[in-house]
């Protein structure tokens, strides 16, 4: 978000840290909409986020910030990808582990090709074939199966799906049969690859913390 710039790079890193950590000790991904409202009102008004950015902006927009900005991306940040990675966790399932689990052990990921709004990327097996792999919870299936049937049909690439199941949430046996309908129908690969959390960044150091939008 361009209000990013807003804050100095110190000041971006120590308040997204402390919301990140915030959010993985109320399992944010576990939450409504009307608890997560609750609270962006409460992280408003903390030493480690709100008042921090009373100094740049007021409550309402610090609480539009925090909604649309960081915790926008908390999910993708978690994974190590998208415009925040830098402070979500690290050393968890990743692309390399996706591929495995698509085209076997001896799959190497595709340099440069990793992207985000589905996560995704291309992927060599041994014997030389290029797979585009899209990957995601399966509540995100809708848009996984779109992003691999549309590189299959535009690109002409063999496509596959790897649904993540976090820690504690296997995928329901019911979605499991209507995904593989789907992906049948669409001629695309489905997998299910157990989610290994990685550990949450610490504090990220100040001339690191402006490193940009790393989205591909």
């Given at each position: 978000?361009?209000?990013?710039?807003?804050?100095?790079?110190?000041?971006?890193?120590?308040?997204?840290?402390?919301?990140?950590?915030?959010?993985?000790?109320?399992?944010?991904?576990?939450?409504?909409?009307?608890?997560?409202?609750?609270?962006?009102?409460?992280?408003?008004?903390t030493?480690?986020?709100?008042?921090?950015?009373?100094?740049?902006?007021?409550?309402?927009?610090?609480?539009?910030?925090?909604?649309?900005?960081?915790?926008?991306?908390?999910?993708?940040?978690?994974?190590?990808?998208?415009?925040?990675?830098?402070?979500?966790?690290?050393?968890g399932?990743?692309?390399?582990?996706?591929?495995?689990?698509?085209l076997?052990?001896?799959?190497?990921?595709?340099?440069?090709?990793?992207?985000?709004?589905?996560?995704?990327?291309?992927?060599?097996?041994?014997?030389?074939?290029?797979?585009?792999?899209?990957?995601?919870?399966?509540?995100?299936?809708?848009?996984?199966?779109?992003?691999?049937?549309?590189?299959?049909?535009?690109?002409?690439?063999?496509?596959?799906?790897?649904?993540?199941e976090?820690?504690?949430?296997?995928?329901?046996?019911?979605?499991?049969?209507?995904?593989?309908?789907?992906?049948?129908?669409?001629?695309?690969?489905?997998?299910?690859?157990?989610?290994?959390?990685?550990?949450?960044?610490?504090?990220?150091?100040?001339?690191?913390?402006?490193?940009?939008?790393?989205?591909?």
């Amino acid at each position: 978000m361009s209000r990013d710039r807003t804050l100095p790079a110190h000041q971006l890193a120590a308040v997204v840290t402390a919301l990140y950590a915030r959010a993985d000790d109320v399992g944010w991904s576990t939450l409504t909409p009307q608890e997560r409202t609750r609270h962006y009102a409460e992280w408003v008004e903390t030493p480690d986020v709100g008042k921090i950015l009373a100094a740049y902006m007021t409550p309402e927009k610090a609480r539009t910030w925090i909604k649309d900005g960081p915790m926008k991306e908390y999910v993708n940040a978690s994974r190590g990808t998208g415009r925040y990675a830098r402070f979500g966790r690290h050393g968890g399932t990743g692309p390399t582990d996706v591929a495995a689990a698509a085209l076997g052990p001896a799959a190497t990921v595709v340099p440069g090709s990793q992207g985000v709004k589905p996560p995704h990327c291309l992927a060599e097996d041994p014997a030389g074939t290029t797979s585009y792999l899209a990957w995601g919870e399966a509540g995100n299936f809708r848009n996984l199966l779109w992003a691999a049937l549309r590189a299959a049909v535009v690109d002409g690439l063999p496509a596959h799906v790897v649904v993540l199941e976090p820690p504690g949430r296997p995928t329901p046996s019911a979605d499991i049969k209507t995904h593989r309908a789907m992906a049948q129908r669409c001629d695309l690969g489905l997998h299910y690859l157990p989610e290994v959390a990685g550990r949450l960044a610490g504090p990220v150091p100040a001339g690191d913390a402006d490193g940009g939008d790393r989205d591909q």
